[in-house]
């Protein structure tokens, strides 16, 4: 399983950024997808879901901010961040379902400050 995330970088509170996750070595059109992050000194939490057939599900702390989507053409899950928040800072990485323990691939640092 290769999972090569993307997109993060530095933005104020209010902004916006997409995040890419880039997959390999496995039946992506099959399964359900996830997106997690891990704040500083804190636990790696799942943010979104999204099953093969496109049902999303959401942390309640990023409801109404972020979107799930996915191509199963291109192996490829996005996170589209609206709305940021600093609590929103972390390590953001993709995983296989929603209960993902790894291996972790490369996740992408995203940092909400003023």
């Known amino acids: 399983v290769q999972l090569q995330a993307s997109g993060g970088g530095e933005v104020q509170p209010g902004g916006s950024l997409r995040l890419t996750c880039v997959t390999s070595?496995?039946?992506?059109?099959?399964?359900?997808m996830g997106w997690y992050r891990q704040a500083p000194g804190k636990q790696r939490e799942l943010v979104a879901d999204?099953?093969?057939?496109?049902?999303?599900n959401y942390a309640d702390s990023v409801k109404g901010r972020f979107t799930i989507s996915r191509d199963n053409v291109r192996k490829t899950v996005y996170l589209q961040m609206n709305g940021l928040k600093p609590e929103d800072t972390a390590v953001y990485y993709c995983?296989?379902?929603?209960?993902?323990?790894?291996?972790w691939g490369q996740g992408t640092l995203v940092t909400v400050s003023s």
């Open positions: 995983g296989v379902g929603s209960r993902y323990t790894g291996p």
């Open positions: 999204i099953t093969s057939g496109g049902t999303t």
């Open positions: 070595g496995i039946i992506f059109r099959a399964i359900k």
